[in-house]
């Protein structure tokens, strides 16, 4: 089993920054495609970008243009720059890994966008 640990997330205003990032326990190289998923109180969890391991990638609608997902092959780490955030981007932010058909997930880490 992959384990994941997020870092990054906090409090950040309307049209901020951050970056989240996600370390895996093993070499990256051996995982199929790792995401960053999302969970806001009341809601159902839900997919905000994707990269496999060909280096293709994938967003939700809501955040294309504005989120960017990437990759540090060296450091076994996933990134996930947010710019131009905004409130509805509220949320649990949890890192996910697939491979040999097992998932996995992090512990999650808050992001809370708010005046």
């Known amino acids: 089993q992959v384990q994941l640990v997020e870092s990054g997330g906090g409090l950040v205003q309307p049209g901020g920054s951050l970056r989240l990032s996600c370390a895996a326990s093993?070499?990256?190289?051996?995982?199929?495609?790792m995401g960053w998923y999302r969970q806001a109180p009341g809601k159902q969890r839900e997919l905000v970008a994707r990269?496999?391991?060909?280096?293709?990638?994938n967003y939700a609608d809501s955040v294309k243009g504005r989120f960017t997902i990437s990759r540090d092959k060296a450091k076994n780490t996933v990134y996930l720059q947010m710019n131009s955030l905004k409130p509805e981007d509220t949320a649990a932010y949890y890192c996910?890994?697939?491979?040999?058909?097992?998932?996995?997930w992090g512990q999650g880490t808050q992001v809370t966008v708010s005046s």
């Open positions: 990269i496999i391991n060909s280096g293709s990638t």
């Open positions: 996910s890994s697939e491979r040999d058909g097992f998932r996995s």
């Open positions: 093993v070499s990256i190289f051996s995982i199929y495609a």
